[in-house]
């Protein structure tokens, strides 16, 4: 280990956004790496492609969640993401505050035909949710064509109406609710 040298770096080079009053969480991402290509996601939700070889970044995807300003629980870290793949069809998926967002994996640009890119992950549960108070912050799961998501819930006293800590699965293909 003694004799290890860095290949390279990436900087996340996020700030917060004034406008939005928004900072981006911390990083806090364990990458994943598919074919040379590394794939991480950042404080503010973004999907980043790197070359695993030179660290140069491929593509980047911007969901755009800090334009809904802070989240009621506050910004916490993004942790990670999840993928799948048949044949020549790979995505990437991020669960993002209230969205389940799926993303080629070639160009970087959202699958339209999993619900337009992307699906509500705080409807359907055992009570309405209040906007910005749902979260969800560590990658969930792929399970033969399902991806499988949980949701954040807060760390400390729990209240009456705190978001449920539900688990949700969804077609990889279509981003049906299973």
Known sequence: VSNLDVAWR??????????????????????????????????????VALNAET????????????????????????????WWREGDDMRIFINARNRLY????????????FGGGNVRIDVGHSREIPQGQFQSTSPGVVYGNLVIVGSRIPDRLQYRGDPPGSV??????TGTRA
């Open 102 to 113: 799926a993303i080629d994996a070639k160009t970087g640009q959202p699958v339209k035909e």
């Open 168 to 173: 949700q699965a969804f077609d990889v293909r």
């Open 55 to 82: 660290g140069q970044q491929l593509w980047a995807f911007d969901p755009r969640t800090y334009a809904e300003g802070p989240p009621v629980a506050g910004t916490g870290p993004h942790r990670g993401l999840m």
């Open 10 to 47: 990436y900087q996340v080079g996020e700030k917060p956004f004034p406008e939005y009053n928004t900072r981006p969480g911390g990083f806090e991402v364990t990458p994943i790496m598919i074919d040379d290509v590394v794939y991480m996601s950042t404080g503010y939700h973004r999907v």
